[in-house]
């Protein structure tokens, strides 16, 4: 709606811009007098104004009526002060048993897959016709069926997201680049078809398992329930189960590692280019309790990144991403010095290990060269043997063998292992051999230990959001034949994935209070749950942020500048940590302060620690009410009930004939005693009831006031809502449906407004900050760059007792149209005090400016419609900077450590996509072709293969990248009810006033508009990205957090077979099978 103002110009005309100029004139170069606000008007105003409003928030809210409920039942209810230390190892203790009913689940997987392996005999010609996950259900022209795609029956599975499953069977999954009728992966498939009745099984004993899967040390995949695999637009399927984190940690133990890479002259061209995706591929299996560096030589010596001199970073992703960019920057030149290069990294290795720091367990060092002219004995026996603790694998990159033999004898003389690689198809193949010698000493040693990965997104499983985050727990399967005993046989790993959200199930909400949370961390200080936590960036689009997997709590809890907090709970300790928060709310733009009590345990049998906040005051309270159940199902029976869907008042997933429940349906079953098997929570069950009981008079006082035609004649009030302490919420319509303004209040997709697993409603959480009594205003912000909301909400808490100890039972509140809002204001700020009727101001004038703020500083009204939304500080700089200086408002400093900047980078298509595996891949197709067709040897393709696959023109590309950013939030100071004031400017004085509306957030600011004072800038809320100098950057790659390393290690193991040492291994000989489908692909383009 435009304001007065919009009304009032037309009518000016002409006359006000003469009375301008004859001002003007008659004042010449005297600075103009400041205009004087009074401060009573205004005052009128503001009374008028919030006497008017409250009346109708309260009346159509029903608070006074559901404050008296509930001071009825006073006597009755029992206040608790909640124990949260004794609350968090209870929190524990489930989330304890329920990962052990997981990890139970998973090793009945690995005793069945080493029995079958036992009993299985490998035969060379096994001709076996499995279900291939890519080929399923595929037929020819001709209607037939292909050869691995038989009929494999999909349906809808609500338990799977809907996704077409086949809750019978598994089916089996082979990387691109491997052929699915390898002998090795037919045996593979064929013994392990054992785990179909096993997987079943698992499902039917624990029906809120989801995937479960066996990953085979030859490549395949086999997961359950089954489902159908569709490549990208390339035809490539690029998942390999070796590469992923839960294959590598059950695989191996932690390792500290040092990557040697030849670049001298010799390394020129395709060489250096498949040398580098070598080191790209051994990143990939390196995970968070893993320790590593990156040295490139010829006759000198260079770290890629020269900062990390001399010691290891950790191998997260962030500082992986970090190497791999550098990467780019390495050429060929001069001689290969390998002896200087092998004494830096048996330094770096054995001054890293006295630190204390890394691994403590495997140490080993990657070789990538086309050749060494020596063994180097003298330098082994110097600083490794006889003991051999530093591994050495050796990568020969090229077709010569000339100097095979010495590096094949480096790694046979230092248990590791030598392999060849002559293109970048045979890249991945190669570099998976160094984690089967790696995970030798724990197959020897039979130790299946259990491990649990950091959080990741599962995107088959996607919700509404986008968003599913999983943990999976594996456990490694061993060969457990006699013959192969020394040889430490890996056949895989077997895994189940847990969602996050089974977590949250475990947690009473309700008994954290408004603003409390629970969240858990991993052994590396890494979040594994937080309601801060935002793994996704550009809302809409789903995209996941490159190091959401790795964000560490103290990126959230930035406040606890020592890391007191973190520390503790990596060092797996119980206790009790204070220390006053700024939270933020409302897409980041509000923020509340508050002193937040933290309490802290670490979950046995996990790496993980579980931590409770509650916050102090009403937060750390607790009451029980008590009705009847025959009371309590009478009230929860009306249709506008309903309750928070994430909450777990029964396990509705427990049997299978319970997930269509809802929550609500679920407890009336429950109540009536026709499903035994439900499994509730008594306790929280027995308060929905009580809350039931105490807000089911508002129904009928709603309904009376939407049946009463001469109350909200114009419509303007469209919503009333209520919610509780324990979930409940109901809502009113006072117009239909389809009229409302705003379409997605409070459904399923308004997640800021409904009760979630982590929070509680927007509204709910900032009138639980208000004093009570009152009620507070505000426009929801939208998701775009523009804000133009419709809507104002308001909304007030109900507090059990009068005072600060009490709970917040439940708050309640409407929505109206922000037209009628505005209209009110308008009317309120016409009145004047005086006899005559002759106002001395008015909003109205030229002269003067009005708007209404909010305790945040939004503009709620002006004069410009368009300002709607705007921080006022944008508006009127000079006003907002000056009630700062005087304390009316105050800024606080906000820090987001999960930020997306944007940034330009200069790119090169080629090179971008010879650092995927994949890309590469196709490109060395391109490669091969070329090579059989010409018959050219390598060297002379340089020039056509950086032409034509990386030598393209470097162009600068916006990208968004993890960045941290510093940003304002602004609150007023509640005890400043009204000021006026005077702002000195260049060639004017600009006057103001602000004055408080009552029993609300809201402020009535009326400005001297004469005066522009355009010398201040404005004040924006705007982030600005927290630039390090190379200083910095480099002081924080080398800073070391506190972390706790697994409890086992397996690095050697006296009857290992360290003969077993490699030799030139190449896809070759089957390359025509495996690359038919993608040259047909290729030459089709």
Request: net charge negative.
């Given at each position: 709606?435009a304001?007065?103002?919009?009304?009032?110009r037309a009518?000016?005309g002409?006359?006000?811009?003469?009375?301008?100029?004859?001002?003007?004139a008659?004042?010449?170069?005297?600075?103009?007098?400041?205009?004087?606000?009074p401060l009573?008007?205004?005052?009128?105003?503001?009374?008028?104004?919030g006497g008017?409003?409250?009346?109708?928030?309260a009346?159509?809210?029903?608070?006074?009526?559901?404050?008296?409920?509930?001071?009825?039942?006073?006597?009755?209810?029992?206040?608790?002060?909640?124990?949260?230390?004794?609350?968090?190892?209870?929190?524990?203790?489930n989330m304890?048993?329920?990962?052990?009913?997981?990890?139970?689940?998973?090793?009945?997987?690995?005793?069945?897959?080493?029995?079958?392996?036992?009993?299985?005999e490998?035969?060379?010609?096994?001709q076996?016709?499995?279900?291939?996950?890519v080929?399923?259900n595929?037929r020819?022209k001709?209607?037939n069926?292909?050869?691995?795609?038989?009929?494999?029956?999909?349906?809808?599975?609500?338990?799977?997201?809907?996704?077409?499953?086949?809750?019978?069977?598994?089916d089996v999954?082979?990387?691109?680049?491997?052929?699915?009728?390898?002998?090795a992966?037919?045996?593979?498939?064929?013994w392990?078809?054992?785990?179909?009745?096993?997987?079943?099984?698992?499902?039917?004993?624990?029906?809120?398992?989801?995937?479960q899967?066996?990953?085979?040390?030859?490549?395949?995949?086999r997961?359950?329930?089954?489902?159908?695999?569709?490549?990208?637009?390339?035809?490539?399927?690029?998942?390999?189960?070796r590469n992923?984190?839960w294959?590598?940690?059950?695989?191996?133990?932690?390792?500290?590692?040092v990557?040697?890479v030849?670049?001298?002259?010799?390394m020129k061209g395709?060489?250096?280019?498949?040398?580098?995706q070598?080191v790209?591929?051994?990143?990939?299996?390196l995970?968070?309790?893993?320790?590593f560096?990156?040295?490139a030589?010829?006759?000198?010596?260079?770290?890629?990144?020269?900062c990390?001199n001399?010691t290891?970073?950790?191998?997260?992703?962030?500082?992986?991403?970090?190497?791999?960019?550098?990467?780019?920057?390495?050429?060929a030149?001069g001689?290969?010095?390998l002896?200087?290069?092998?004494?830096?990294?048996?330094?770096?290795?054995?001054d890293?290990?006295?630190t204390?720091?890394g691994s403590?367990c495997?140490?080993?060092?990657?070789?990538?060269t086309?050749?060494?002219?020596d063994?180097?004995?003298?330098?082994?026996?110097?600083?490794?043997?006889?003991?051999?603790?530093?591994r050495?694998?050796?990568?020969?990159?090229?077709?010569?063998a000339?100097?095979?033999?010495?590096?094949?004898?480096m790694a046979?003389?230092?248990?590791?292992f030598?392999t060849q690689?002559?293109?970048?198809?045979?890249?991945?193949?190669?570099?998976?051999?160094?984690?089967?010698?790696?995970?030798?000493?724990k197959?020897?040693?039979?130790?299946?230990?259990?491990?649990w990965?950091?959080a990741?997104?599962?995107?088959?499983?996607?919700?509404?959001?986008?968003?599913?985050?999983?943990?999976t727990?594996?456990?490694?399967?061993?060969?457990?034949?006699?013959?192969?005993?020394?040889?430490?046989?890996?056949?895989?790993?077997?895994?189940?994935?847990v969602?996050?959200?089974?977590?949250?199930k475990?947690?009473?909400?309700y008994?954290?209070?408004?603003h409390?949370?629970?969240?858990?961390i991993t052994?590396?200080?890494?979040?594994?749950?937080?309601?801060?936590?935002?793994?996704?960036?550009?809302?809409?689009?789903?995209?996941?942020?490159?190091?959401?997997?790795?964000?560490?709590?103290?990126?959230?809890?930035?406040?606890?500048?020592?890391?007191v907090?973190?520390?503790?709970?990596?060092?797996?300790?119980t206790?009790?940590?204070?220390?006053?928060?700024?939270?933020?709310?409302?897409?980041?733009?509000?923020?509340?302060?508050?002193?937040?009590?933290?309490?802290?345990?670490?979950?046995?049998?996990?790496?993980?620690?579980?931590?409770?906040?509650?916050?102090?005051?009403?937060?750390?309270?607790?009451?029980?009410?008590?009705?009847?159940?025959?009371?309590g199902l009478?009230?929860?029976?009306h249709?506008?009930?309903?309750?928070?869907?994430?909450?777990?008042?029964?396990?509705?997933?427990?049997?299978?004939?319970h997930?269509?429940l809802?929550?609500?349906?679920?407890i009336?079953?429950?109540?009536?005693?026709?499903?035994?098997l439900?499994q509730?929570?008594?306790e929280?069950?027995?308060?929905?009831?009580?809350?039931?009981?105490?807000?089911?008079?508002?129904?009928?006082?709603w309904?009376?006031l939407?049946?009463?035609?001469?109350e909200?004649?114009?419509?303007?009030?469209?919503?009333?809502?209520?919610?509780?302490?324990?979930?409940?919420?109901?809502?009113?319509?006072?117009?239909?449906?389809?009229?409302?303004?705003?379409q997605?209040?409070?459904?399923?997709?308004?997640?800021?407004?409904?009760?979630?697993?982590?929070?509680?409603?927007?509204w709910?959480?900032?009138?639980?900050e208000q004093?009570?009594?009152?009620?507070?205003?505000s426009?929801?912000?939208?998701?775009?760059?523009?804000?133009?909301?419709?809507?104002v909400?308001a909304?007030?808490?109900?507090?059990?007792?009068?005072?600060?100890?009490?709970?917040?039972?439940?708050?309640?509140?409407i929505?109206?149209?922000?037209?009628?809002?505005q209209?009110k204001?308008?009317?309120?700020?016409?009145?004047?005090?005086?006899?005559?009727?002759?106002?001395?101001i008015?909003?109205?004038?030229?002269?003067?400016?009005?708007?209404?703020?909010?305790?945040?500083?939004?503009?709620?009204?002006?004069?410009?419609?368009?300002?709607?939304?705007?921080?006022f500080?944008?508006?009127?700089?000079?006003?907002?900077?000056?009630?700062?200086?005087?304390?009316?408002?105050?800024?606080?400093?906000l820090?987001?450590?999960?930020?997306?900047?944007?940034?330009?980078?200069?790119?090169?298509?080629?090179?971008?996509?010879?650092?995927?595996?994949?890309?590469?891949?196709?490109?060395?197709?391109?490669?091969?072709?070329t090579?059989l067709?010409?018959?050219?040897?390598?060297?002379?393709?340089?020039?056509?293969w950086?032409?034509d696959?990386?030598?393209?023109?470097?162009?600068?590309?916006?990208?968004?990248e993890?960045?941290?950013?510093?940003?304002?939030?602004?609150?007023?100071?509640?005890?400043i009810?009204?000021?006026?004031?005077?702002?000195a400017?260049?060639?004017?004085?600009?006057?103001?006033?602000?004055?408080?509306i009552p029993?609300?957030?809201?402020?009535?600011?009326?400005?001297?508009?004469s005066?522009?004072?355009?010398s201040?800038?404005?004040?924006?809320?705007?982030?600005?990205e927290?630039?390090y100098?190379e200083?910095?950057?480099?002081e924080?790659?080398?800073?070391?957090?506190?972390?706790?390393?697994p409890?086992?290690c397996?690095?050697f193991?006296?009857?290992e077979?360290?003969?077993?040492?490699?030799?030139?291994r190449?896809?070759?000989?089957?390359?025509v099978?495996?690359?038919?489908?993608l040259?047909?692909?290729?030459?089709?383009r």
């Amino acid at each position: 709606m435009a304001g007065p103002g919009s009304q009032r110009r037309a009518s000016r005309g002409a006359s006000a811009l003469l009375a301008a100029a004859l001002l003007y004139a008659a004042l010449g170069d005297v600075v103009r007098s400041e205009q004087q606000i009074p401060l009573s008007v205004v005052k009128l105003w503001a009374s008028a104004f919030g006497g008017e409003i409250k009346s109708i928030a309260a009346k159509y809210s029903g608070s006074q009526l559901l404050q008296k409920k509930y001071k009825e039942y006073e006597k009755d209810v029992a206040i608790e002060e909640i124990d949260g230390l004794q609350l968090v190892k209870k929190l524990a203790k489930n989330m304890e048993e329920m990962f052990h009913k997981k990890s139970e689940a998973v090793r009945r997987l690995v005793e069945a897959a080493e029995e079958a392996h036992l009993k299985h005999e490998f035969d060379a010609d096994l001709q076996y016709e499995y279900f291939n996950a890519v080929l399923i259900n595929e037929r020819d022209k001709d209607g037939n069926f292909l050869e691995l795609g038989k009929e494999f029956i999909l349906a809808p599975n609500d338990h799977f997201n809907n996704l077409p499953v086949n809750i019978s069977l598994s089916d089996v999954q082979v990387p691109t680049n491997m052929y699915n009728k390898d002998p090795a992966i037919v045996n593979g498939v064929y013994w392990s078809e054992s785990l179909n009745k096993v997987f079943v099984d698992n499902f039917d004993r624990d029906p809120s398992l989801i995937w479960q899967y066996f990953g085979s040390a030859k490549g395949f995949f086999r997961q359950y329930p089954g489902i159908k695999w569709e490549p990208d637009e390339n035809g490539v399927i690029a998942f390999d189960c070796r590469n992923r984190k839960w294959y590598i940690q059950a695989a191996t133990s932690p390792k500290d590692v040092v990557i040697l890479v030849d670049v001298s002259g010799s390394m020129k061209g395709l060489r250096l280019t498949i040398a580098k995706q070598t080191v790209s591929s051994i990143l990939d299996t390196l995970g968070d309790d893993d320790f590593f560096n990156i040295i490139a030589y010829n006759e000198e010596l260079h770290y890629v990144e020269p900062c990390l001199n001399g010691t290891l970073v950790q191998a997260d992703r962030t500082n992986k991403e970090h190497f791999r960019e550098h990467l780019d920057k390495l050429f060929a030149k001069g001689i290969g010095m390998l002896d200087i290069a092998l004494n830096e990294a048996f330094n770096i290795l054995s001054d890293f290990n006295h630190t204390g720091q890394g691994s403590i367990c495997i140490q080993a060092i990657m070789l990538i060269t086309d050749g060494a002219v020596d063994t180097y004995d003298t330098i082994f026996a110097k600083y490794n043997w006889p003991d051999r603790k530093v591994r050495i694998f050796t990568y020969l990159i090229g077709r010569e063998a000339a100097f095979a033999d010495n590096l094949k004898w480096m790694a046979c003389a230092n248990k590791g292992f030598f392999t060849q690689i002559s293109t970048l198809a045979d890249v991945q193949e190669n570099v998976m051999e160094y984690l089967h010698v790696l995970s030798r000493p724990k197959v020897i040693d039979q130790e299946h230990d259990v491990v649990w990965t950091e959080a990741y997104i599962d995107s088959t499983l996607a919700d509404d959001q986008g968003l599913v985050l999983m943990t999976t727990v594996a456990m490694p399967v061993f060969s457990k034949q006699n013959e192969t005993r020394s040889k430490g046989i890996l056949l895989g790993v077997v895994g189940t994935d847990v969602p996050v959200k089974e977590l949250l199930k475990t947690i009473p909400k309700y008994k954290l209070g408004i603003h409390g949370y629970a969240f858990a961390i991993t052994n590396n200080g890494y979040i594994l749950t937080h309601p801060e936590l935002r793994p996704l960036y550009e809302e809409g689009k789903k995209r996941r942020k490159p190091n959401y997997s790795s964000v560490d709590l103290s990126e959230v809890e930035w406040e606890d500048q020592d890391d007191v907090l973190r520390n503790a709970m990596v060092n797996r300790k119980t206790g009790k940590f204070s220390m006053e928060v700024k939270k933020t709310v409302d897409k980041g733009k509000r923020v509340l302060v508050m002193t937040n009590d933290y309490y802290y345990t670490d979950i046995k049998g996990t790496p993980f620690s579980l931590g409770v906040a509650l916050s102090r005051g009403h937060g750390k309270y607790f009451f029980r009410g008590n009705v009847t159940v025959e009371e309590g199902l009478h009230d929860l029976e009306h249709p506008d009930v309903s309750l928070a869907d994430e909450w777990s008042y029964c396990n509705t997933d427990l049997h299978p004939e319970h997930r269509h429940l809802s929550q609500l349906e679920a407890i009336k079953l429950y109540l009536k005693g026709k499903e035994p098997l439900l499994q509730c929570d008594k306790e929280l069950i027995q308060e929905v009831l009580f809350d039931a009981v105490v807000s089911a008079p508002i129904e009928a006082y709603w309904t009376s006031l939407a049946l009463n035609k001469s109350e909200n004649s114009d419509k303007g009030v469209e919503v009333a809502f209520l919610g509780t302490r324990t979930g409940l919420s109901r809502i009113n319509l006072f117009v239909g449906a389809e009229q409302l303004t705003n379409q997605d209040f409070l459904k399923a997709g308004d997640k800021e407004n409904i009760f979630n697993a982590d929070h509680f409603p927007l509204w709910y959480r900032r009138a639980a900050e208000q004093i009570p009594g009152s009620f507070v205003y505000s426009i929801p912000f939208s998701t775009g760059t523009v804000n133009k909301s419709n809507v104002v909400t308001a909304s007030t808490s109900i507090q059990l007792l009068d005072e600060r100890k009490s709970p917040v039972v439940a708050a309640v509140g409407i929505q109206m149209k922000l037209e009628f809002f505005q209209r009110k204001f308008w009317t309120a700020s016409r009145q004047c005090a005086s006899l005559d009727g002759k106002c001395s101001i008015s909003c109205d004038d030229e002269t003067v400016n009005c708007y209404l703020i909010d305790n945040n500083g939004f503009i709620l009204v002006s004069e410009d419609y368009t300002q709607t939304g705007d921080f006022f500080g944008e508006v009127e700089g000079a006003v907002m900077n000056k009630l700062l200086t005087m304390g009316s408002f105050k800024r606080i400093t906000l820090y987001d450590y999960q930020a997306m900047c944007r940034a330009n980078k200069e790119s090169s298509d080629g090179a971008q996509g010879l650092l995927d595996p994949y890309n590469a891949f196709l490109a060395a197709v391109k490669w091969i072709m070329t090579e059989l067709v010409l018959f050219l040897v390598e060297f002379n393709l340089c020039s056509w293969w950086h032409s034509d696959m990386t030598a393209k023109a470097q162009k600068l590309k916006q990208t968004l990248e993890p960045c941290d950013t510093e940003y304002p939030a602004f609150v007023s100071e509640r005890t400043i009810k009204e000021t006026s004031g005077n702002i000195a400017c260049e060639d004017c004085s600009k006057s103001f006033v602000i004055q408080q509306i009552p029993s609300s957030n809201l402020f009535m600011v009326v400005v001297d508009s004469s005066c522009l004072c355009e010398s201040v800038a404005p004040i924006t809320m705007a982030p600005i990205e927290i630039r390090y100098n190379e200083s910095l950057k480099c002081e924080r790659l080398k800073a070391q957090k506190i972390r706790r390393r697994p409890e086992s290690c397996h690095g050697f193991h006296p009857e290992e077979n360290a003969r077993e040492c490699g030799g030139a291994r190449s896809v070759q000989a089957k390359m025509v099978l495996i690359l038919f489908p993608l040259l047909l692909m290729f030459f089709s383009r």
